[in-house]
């Protein structure tokens, strides 16, 4: 078994190596710790939502939840094989499934530029599966978009920073920008955990490289 969940720890199973899951979903808190809006859909008229993986989720959610024009963020996990995996799970590498971010915000009010840029700044898009000090394949970096937009703008934005980390030493972006696959919520406890216990652990690190994202994003092409 150890050496099942160590090989896993650094590559994702195939469907048919993945555990098999289970039909129950996850409970989901009424409201957001800090803005207090429901954590599911349907969204309010004119949100959207993206979701973002940057290493472990607890210090990522924080990042988008103080954002003017976030309607409301979750964490939870996708990418992988197993439905409606625990956080255990997750964790053993034999599900598949990546840390994410849910974001729902208002275009209107917060560009995807700008959710791209504090997505790109706020980790080390270059590590693989791993971020920082925390290994596996549940940190590794994506951005599962929603709409043809979002992926215009990550692809761009991606193609942007590339050069600008490889200047500061740093090697090829590793992030998956794929379309949203299906998102599991996280357990209770995870959600806005930074707000309920605000000196627990954050393993998020920058590069310190800014990203162009709001130039290229406006930009066209």
């Not at 949100?47 to 290493?55: K, N, P, Q, T």
């Not at 472990?56 to 992988?80: K, M, Q, S």
């Not at 995996?85 to 849910?102: A, D, I, N, Q």
């Not at 898009?125 to 043809?148: A, K, L």
């Amino acid at each position: 078994m150890a050496l099942f969940s160590s090989r896993f720890k650094q590559q994702i199973p195939s469907p048919e190596e993945a555990l098999p899951g289970r039909t129950a979903v996850m409970p989901v808190p009424p409201a957001h710790e800090v803005l207090g809006t429901p954590l599911t859909p349907p969204w309010p008229a004119g949100v959207e939502a993206i979701h973002l993986g940057m290493g472990c989720f607890w210090g990522a959610e924080r990042i988008f939840w103080t954002l003017p024009g976030v309607h409301t963020t979750a964490v939870g996990y996708a990418g992988g094989s197993t439905p409606n995996p625990t956080y255990e799970e997750v964790c053993s590498g034999r599900t598949g499934h990546t840390e994410v971010v849910l974001v729902a915000f208002d275009p209107a009010r917060l560009p995807v530029e700008e959710v791209l840029r504090r997505f790109w700044e706020g980790h080390d898009p270059t590590q693989g599966m791993r971020q920082g000090n925390d290994v596996g394949t549940q940190y590794r970096s994506c951005v599962h978009w929603t709409t043809d937009a979002q992926r215009e703008v990550a692809e761009r934005s991606r193609e942007a920073f590339a050069p600008r980390l490889a200047a500061a030493g740093y090697g090829p972006i590793t992030t998956e920008i794929v379309r949203a696959p299906e998102f599991f919520y996280a357990e209770d406890y995870h959600q806005q955990y930074l707000a309920k216990v605000p000196n627990g652990y954050c393993g998020l690190g920058g590069t310190g490289v800014s990203c162009p994202v709001g130039v290229v994003g406006s930009a066209g092409a």
